[in-house]
Antibody
């Protein structure tokens, strides 16, 4: 059973960089047919896809966040990471990591989510 | 705003059938996935590829997709089905391809 777990600071100051890591267990992050994604859920709102790291080694990002986002993979640690720079209060959300199944691209395994608050 | 349109809420009595819709122009040309989210929990995939169920999801959950409307149908609704439900498509022609609906709160009366 694949499991994902987010980790990182729960509080980030405005204008700084939000950094989160997702540790994958029960399967290899290098497995073909899957990609590794970050999503977020603003308070009381729906889900927003941030981006994913394609199994071929290429990241893809939501255009609305692309200028501020970096997603990378560390295969030796079986982890992938999110960096979102120049954060504001509008970036306060629960951040989820998830596995994406290739093809029609749905999210079959999710981390439990981590709340990140942007505040001074 | 969301490209995929869902009703904010649906209410149903236990044992009845709940139908949650997801609207988009010509949605039948896309493949739709559905997630259940209970308070304080991560979303759980309940239907993928329009009408397939992951292992462990009861047969009471089914999906359909035709015309401009996709739907998640939950038969013989139970109290434990009370949750938010989100539809999702992947639109490769979009600059934000991972699209979600705004979510529907299912209340079991």
């Amino acid at each position: 059973q694949v499991q994902l777990q987010e980790s990182g600071p729960g509080l980030v100051k405005p204008s700084q960089t939000l950094s989160l890591t997702c540790t994958v267990s029960g399967g290899s992050i290098s497995s073909g047919g899957f990609h590794w994604s970050w999503l977020r859920q603003l308070p009381g709102k729906g889900l927003e896809w941030i981006g994913y790291f394609h199994s071929r080694g290429t990241p893809y990002y939501n255009a609305s966040l692309k200028s501020r986002v970096t997603i990378s993979v560390d295969t030796s640690e079986n982890q992938f990471s999110l960096k979102l720079n120049s954060v504001t209060a509008a970036d306060t959300a629960v951040y989820y990591c998830a596995r994406v199944v290739d093809g029609y691209k749905f999210f079959d395994y999710w981390g439990q989510g981590t709340l990140v608050t942007v505040s001074s | 705003s969301y490209v995929l349109t869902q009703p904010p809420s649906v209410s149903v009595a236990p044992g009845q059938t709940a139908r949650i819709t997801c609207g988009r122009n010509n949605i039948e040309s896309k493949v739709v996935h559905w997630y259940q989210q209970k308070p304080g929990q991560a979303p759980l995939l309940v239907v993928y590829d329009d009408d397939d169920r992951p292992s462990g999801i009861p047969q009471r959950f089914s999906g359909s997709n035709s015309g401009n409307t996709a739907a998640l149908t939950i038969s013989r609704v139970e109290a434990g089905d009370e949750a938010d439900y989100f539809c999702q498509v992947w639109d490769s022609s979009s600059d934000h391809p991972g699209e979600f609906g705004g979510g529907t709160k299912l209340t079991v009366l």
